[in-house]
């Protein structure tokens, strides 16, 4: 798992590339959750690049959704596989994270 | 019809996740089956495996645990069998998925995509032993476009 990170003006962008599972679901956690606790709450996870993702990924995700709605900011997700959309659609993730197909809508989404 | 079979053998650490990923990858490749039943199929065994590596034990001893995947006649025979404390996966109830984000729960999910995934599941206890059976049809190639 290769964890990238950009800041494009307020919004601080996570590039997530490989496979989000048991493997290394804790450290995606613990970054993620850093992140937040230093103050960025406009943030973006460009899945464009990850091929797979389990319930711990899906665990990851509840976790920083919540702490963003915490400290009232915002949080989006971007470029998600056909595989990775039908596991949210069976979580139903999909009503509760704002999810689009290009980086950049994500983070117009962010800014607004 | 072609049949293929394949056994992996893994310890109780979650490291081993990654080894059943790429045995899963080459079982794939030689039956040729589509990337979402290949991803499905990761996804069915890796939430179950990753339950079992992390609750059925309490002992700090290396234990095995047996996956096996049979495909006949497009339909995928999983089982996986593990020596830890009796466990049945059936009678976990549904997460309640209706709920707003504050009051969903951040876990509970992997036995629910399990379920949505296979078409059938069955468990046995015998001899000091969990045998899980999940029962998975395999996507059919698409037949090729005639022109009428």
Not at chain 2, 56 to 78: K, P, S, W
Not at chain 2, 81 to 97: K, T, V
Not at chain 2, 125 to 134: A, I, P, S, T
Request: aromatic share 6%; proline share 3%.
């Amino acid at each position: 798992m290769e964890i990238k990170e950009e800041k494009r003006g307020k919004v601080k962008i996570v590039g997530l590339r490989g496979r989000l599972d048991a493997n290394s679901s804790q450290r995606v956690e613990k970054q993620l959750l850093a992140l937040i606790n230093e103050g960025e709450d406009r943030l973006v996870l460009d899945f464009s690049e990850l091929t797979y993702m389990s319930s711990l990924g899906l665990r990851v995700l509840m976790m920083v959704a919540k702490n963003i709605k915490k400290v009232n900011g915002k949080l989006a997700l971007a470029g998600l596989n056909d595989h990775i959309y039908e596991i949210f659609k069976i979580a139903q993730f999909t009503s509760i994270f704002s999810i689009y197909p290009s980086c950049n809508e994500a983070v117009t989404h962010c800014v607004d | 019809m072609g049949y293929e079979q394949i056994r992996i053998v893994l310890r109780n650490d979650l490291s081993e996740i990654a080894k059943l990923h790429g045995e899963l990858e080459n079982f794939g490749e030689k039956c040729s089956l589509s990337s979402k039943t290949l991803f499905e199929l990761n996804l069915i065994l890796e939430e179950v495996l990753a339950n079992v590596i992390s609750y059925a034990y309490g002992d700090n001893q290396r234990h095995e645990i047996v996956v096996r995947a049979d495909l006949t006649d497009g339909e995928l025979v999983i089982e996986v069998e593990d020596d830890g404390r009796p466990f049945n996966p059936l009678q976990i109830p549904p997460p309640d998925l209706d709920r707003p984000l504050e009051q969903r729960s951040v876990g509970g999910l992997g036995l629910h995509l399990v379920r949505e995934l296979t078409s059938s599941i069955e468990y046995t206890r015998r001899e000091e032993k969990n045998h899980l059976v999940m029962r998975k049809k395999t996507e059919k190639s698409k037949p090729r476009q005639r022109w009428m």
